[in-house]
T-cell receptor, first 113, second 114 residues
């Protein structure tokens, strides 16, 4: 299995630009999670989906952030407009039905100038 | 709400020495507990997990952890560390049978001295 795939691995953009992060979960997994990692706040859950449906988005910092999961094999996290404080590593993780373990992707390192 | 505390931000251990990384959690019911490791520039890899049963769990790379309900702890141990163990280690608690997201500690940075 290829594991969780994230793209791009690195993104540098300017303040005010739209940023789209992508995630392909492990085939057959029905839960998908987006996390953000910063030095100040550590790893935080942003949002998660079960069977493509958003279950809890209480961790999404503000309206500039949005996430979608149009099908079982693809999810996006969008920031519009981006700000320097959004600079972080964004991780996607997936989990199979009936399982407790989440498998993490390699992350997208985002730098907003 | 649940929380995880890793009291040691940095730990330095000599190669070949034993290791214990501390983790304390706060959660009203029996938690689902995890230890993940993150090497520089990499994602998180699961070392081990505890859900129920034997409170001493074995993981990959020679790691083990012990769940102590009375102390709300889930400390990670390894009898003899290798230079390749240098990394960031995260303790996490999952609720809802692990179906919900994970709450992570701030991590412990492990440095291995030759």
């Amino acid at each position: 299995d290829a594991g969780v795939i994230q793209s791009p691995r690195h993104e540098v953009t300017e303040m005010g630009q739209e940023v789209t992060l992508r995630c392909k979960p492990i085939s057959g997994h029905n839960s998908l999670f987006w996390y953000r990692q910063t030095m100040m706040r550590g790893l935080e859950l942003l949002i998660y989906f079960n069977n493509n449906v958003p279950i809890d988005d209480s961790g999404m910092p503000e309206d500039r952030f949005s996430a979608k999961m149009p099908n079982a094999s693809f999810s996006t996290l969008k920031i519009q407009p981006s700000e320097p404080r959004d600079s972080a590593v964004y991780f996607c993780a997936s989990r199979g039905g009936g399982q407790e373990t989440q498998y993490f992707g390699p992350g997208t390192r985002l730098l907003v100038l | 709400a649940q929380s995880v505390t890793q009291p040691d931000i940095h730990i330095t251990v000599s190669e070949g020495a034993s290791l214990e990384l501390r983790c304390n959690y706060s959660y009203g019911a029996t938690p689902y507990l995890f230890w993940y490791v993150q090497s520089p520039g990499q994602g998180l890899q699961l070392l081990l997990k505890y859900f129920s049963g034997d409170t001493l769990v074995q993981g990959i790379k020679g790691f083990e952890a012990e769940f102590k309900r009375s102390q709300s702890s889930f400390n990670l141990r390894k009898p003899s560390v290798h230079w390749s163990d240098a990394a960031e280690y995260f303790c996490a608690v999952g609720v809802g049978g692990g179906a919900d997201g994970l709450t992570f500690g701030k991590g412990t940075h492990l440095i291995i001295q030759p």
